[in-house]
């Protein structure tokens, strides 16, 4: 396939801006509680603004969280600040619980961690293509104590 933007419409290489529906649910204090939230799919907007975040020692996840997690009508049901508890000290940030489900549905909305068995490259030989006549003679360091006994050590 020659990479164009025909090719890339075609083929996945653009993300929706249409946010889908995913039902969450979600712990706090004991009890249990679910809604229907709309994530947006992680993309280009995304990652730039992870990037921004992280260089102006921002929140990067809570951006992540209030791009991507969206009203019924498009619009984002957060700002950063509702996410970090800043806009409303007495409410305080999200719930942990409610901050790892948002997240898991970021991701599974935006395919992270899975991989189609019919795009996985196979392996020629599964031999290393570097050199071994460049490699360094093995170290002669000592091994070190198990990792119980260093612990017990404290």
Known sequence: MNLTL???AANGGFVSRKAEPKPIKWTNEGKEFAATVHVLPLSYSTAKSDIVYTQVQGDPLAARIAHCIRNEDGTP?????DVTGEADPERGPLSAGL???LLRVISEVSNLGKRKTSSRMKK?????????????APSKKPKSASATQSSNAG
């Not at 020629?124 to 360094?136: I, R, W």
């Open 6 to 8: 025909e090719t890339l």
């Open 77 to 81: 049901l957060f700002t950063i600040a």
């Open 99 to 101: 901050t790892n489900e």
């Open 124 to 136: 020629s030989s599964g031999m290393n293509s570097s050199s071994t006549a460049s490699a360094g």
